[in-house]
Structure formats: structure tokens, C-alpha cells
């Protein structure tokens, strides 16, 4: 069974940073490309970022590029995304998922709220 954890939210000021884990099992990690997508409130899923499988090759919404980092470590089953210059616009809960769109299984979630 495909579990997936979400960690490292939490309430910033706008400017602000946070890194994001997901802790990962129940599948071969190291086999599978990951993202991370978010819902903000009233609205709909948004995919946020993507990673292939070694790690290599990173992609990110137009919302985030540059001020977000996606990365993985293999051997411990994790996925981390690295959140910079944090603006009230990015408050939503934060997903990973193990596969490369929206349709995927996603943990409970992790709650990034950004206000002053």
C-alpha cells in the first residue's frame, strides 16, 4: 500500500521559507518520478513542482519557479520541497504524489499558511 507523509508545514510571514518532506514507502521509491501539488483554499488542485527519479531533472509551476527547490534522497524515501520568499498567495495545503500529475495518491497533506 502507497503511503506518503507531508511534514514541515506551518505559519510564516510573507518572505519567509520552509522545506516540506514527504516521507514515502509501500512502493520502490527510487522507480517512481514525484511531485508535489497543492490546493489553496475554495480552489482547485495546482501542481506545483516535479522531480525525475534520480533526481536529475526538476521542474516547477510558473508560480513557484525561483523560489522553490524540489529534491529527493532515494536511500531514505523522502522528498523534500524547499519554499523561499514565501508570499500569501502560496497558503494551501502542500501534497506529494507519486506520479506526475494531478490524478495520483497524496498523504494527508501538510498545511503552509502565509500571513503577517
Known amino acids: 500500500e502507497v503511503q506518503l507523509v507531508e511534514s514541515g508545514g506551518g505559519l510564516v510571514q510573507p518572505g519567509g521559507s520552509l522545506r516540506l518532506s514527504c516521507a514515502a514507502s509501500g512502493f520502490i521509491f527510487s522507480r517512481y518520478r514525484m511531485s508535489w501539488v497543492r490546493q489553496a483554499p475554495g480552489k482547485g488542485l495546482e501542481w506545483v513542482s516535479g522531480?525525475?527519479?534520480?533526481?536529475?531533472?526538476?521542474y516547477y509551476a510558473d508560480s513557484v519557479k525561483g523560489r522553490a527547490t524540489i529534491s529527493r534522497d532515494n536511500a531514505k524515501n523522502t522528498l523534500y520541497l524547499q519554499l523561499n520568499s514565501l508570499k500569501t498567495e502560496d497558503t494551501a495545503m502542500y501534497y506529494c504524489?507519486?506520479?506526475w500529475g494531478l490524478g495520483g495518491p497524496r498523504g494527508q497533506g501538510t498545511q503552509v499558511t502565509v500571513s503577517s
Open positions: 522531480i525525475t527519479t534520480g533526481g536529475s531533472s526538476t
Open positions: 504524489t507519486n506520479s
